[in-house]
């Protein structure tokens, strides 16, 4: 039996075909110009998902958030200010882990901003290399504050609502090395950030192209 046989079509081909003027419609200006503007209005293909951004400027002061109640815990005097201040450092750095999470898979379903493909090879190297790093430092460092914390046998929970069991126990050696990881790469941390803050900056400034504006809402030009 002789079935017939479907071509795999492009999005635009799928779309004219559905219209009422197929056959006239490939070469039709105006149909493109109303495809174009369709596309534009849904979404911006220069910006990033407004999502991505939500999270990624989140993420900004939630980071600022953990370094100032951690900070204002080490000068702070009063006991129960202190036992205050430590807690919400905790759970403001789960938010950072759980944020991360969920800014990953809201990447796995949104398209990537159109400035990057412009760029030289070498660009888009260094800034695939300091995003994965700050990707790393977001979920790296929780998790030590995670570890330390449990190995000070000081129960952990997830925004007060899932308590993490203590597979670590209590052990003092370990509770410093934790630390002083988790200090060591909360300064790597603010290095990468500082390094990326500036190219961002260049970008605009300078090489004056749509890397900064990708992440900024609106009609930023
Ligand atoms: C990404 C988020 C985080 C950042 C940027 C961060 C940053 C820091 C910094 C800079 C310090 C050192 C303060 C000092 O000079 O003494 C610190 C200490 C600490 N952090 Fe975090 N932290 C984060 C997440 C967490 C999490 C998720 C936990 C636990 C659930 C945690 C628990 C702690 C504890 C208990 C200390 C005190 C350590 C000690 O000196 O005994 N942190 N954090
Ligand atoms: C004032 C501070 C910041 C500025 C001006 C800034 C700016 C930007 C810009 C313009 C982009 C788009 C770059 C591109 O597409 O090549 C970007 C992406 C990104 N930024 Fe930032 N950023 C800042 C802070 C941070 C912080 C604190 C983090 C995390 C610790 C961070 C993590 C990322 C990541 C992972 C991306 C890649 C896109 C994504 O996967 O979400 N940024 N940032």
């Known amino acids: 039996m002789n079935l017939p046989k479907f071509k795999k079509r492009s999005p635009e081909q799928a779309f004219y075909s559905t219209t009422s003027f197929a056959s006239h419609a490939a070469n039709d200006s105006f149909s493109v110009q109303t495809v174009q503007k369709v596309q534009t209005k849904s979404r911006d293909k220069h910006?990033?998902?407004?999502?991505?951004?939500?999270?990624?400027?989140?993420?900004?002061?939630?980071?600022?958030?953990?370094?100032?109640?951690?900070?204002?815990?080490?000068?702070?005097?009063?006991?129960?200010?202190?036992?205050?201040?430590?807690?919400?450092h905790r759970q403001i750095g789960m938010l950072v882990l759980?944020?991360?999470?969920i800014r990953l898979a809201?990447?796995?379903?949104?398209?990537?901003?159109?400035?990057?493909?412009?760029?030289?090879?070498?660009f888009k190297v260094c800034a695939g290399l300091c995003h994965t790093a700050l990707y790393f430092m977001m979920v790296a460092l929780p998790l030590l504050g995670i570890g330390l914390t449990l190995a000070h046998n000081t129960p952990v929970t997830v925004m007060g609502l899932v308590k993490i069991p203590n597979w670590i126990g209590a052990n003092a050696d370990l509770a410093d090395t934790l630390t002083d990881y988790h200090v060591l790469f909360s300064w790597a941390l603010l290095g990468i950030v500082s390094l990326h803050m500036t190219s961002a900056l260049i970008h605009h400034f300078v090489m004056k192209d749509k890397t900064l504006t990708s992440m900024i809402p609106g009609k930023v030009k």
């Open 106 to 122: 809201v990447k796995m379903f949104t398209a990537k901003p159109t400035h990057h493909l412009n760029m030289s090879k070498i």
């Open 47 to 88: 910006k990033y998902h407004w999502a991505i951004m939500l999270l990624h400027w989140g993420t900004l002061i939630t980071l600022l958030a953990a370094v100032g109640t951690v900070l204002a815990w080490d000068n702070a005097e009063d006991r129960a200010l202190r036992v205050l201040l430590i807690d919400s």
């Open 98 to 101: 759980v944020s991360v999470a």
